[in-house]
């Protein structure tokens, strides 16, 4: 199996930061794209930022220029580096990766189990 724990979420101020971090263990052979999502109450999951093993990003409007995303390919870990935050960025922020398990020669998508970001204006 394949665990993705998230942590690094909390209460901020409206222009602070916050960095999300977000680890995948079990048994991995290798661990493609990862990436952040966020859900805000009442609203779809949509994607916040993702990079793939060779570093590539790719970011929503909504946080260009404000977060960024960064991994360590040797330890699994995926990070969020926000900056500039809104109210508008309050949402339950979830870590996704897709992995090839062991033995496997095809990848699969796994989640976390979420960390609450919440901006106060």
């Known amino acids: 199996q394949v665990q993705l724990v998230e942590s690094g979420g909390g209460l901020v101020q409206a222009g602070g930061s916050l960095r999300l971090s977000c680890a995948a263990s079990g048994s991995i052979f290798r661990v493609n794209v990862m990436g952040w999502y966020r859900q805000a109450p009442g609203k779809q999951r949509e994607l916040v930022a993702v990079?793939?093993?060779?570093?590539?990003?790719n970011y929503a409007d909504s946080v260009k220029g404000r977060f960024t995303i960064s991994r360590d390919n040797a330890k699994n870990t995926v990070s969020l580096q926000m900056k500039s935050l809104k109210p508008e960025d309050t949402a339950v922020y979830y870590c996704?990766?897709?992995?090839?398990?062991?033995?496997?020669?095809?990848?699969?998508?796994?989640w976390g189990q979420g960390t609450q970001v919440t901006v106060s204006s």
């Open positions: 996704n990766a897709d992995v090839i398990r062991s033995g496997y020669s095809y990848s699969l998508k796994y």
């Open positions: 990079i793939t093993r060779t570093a590539s990003t």
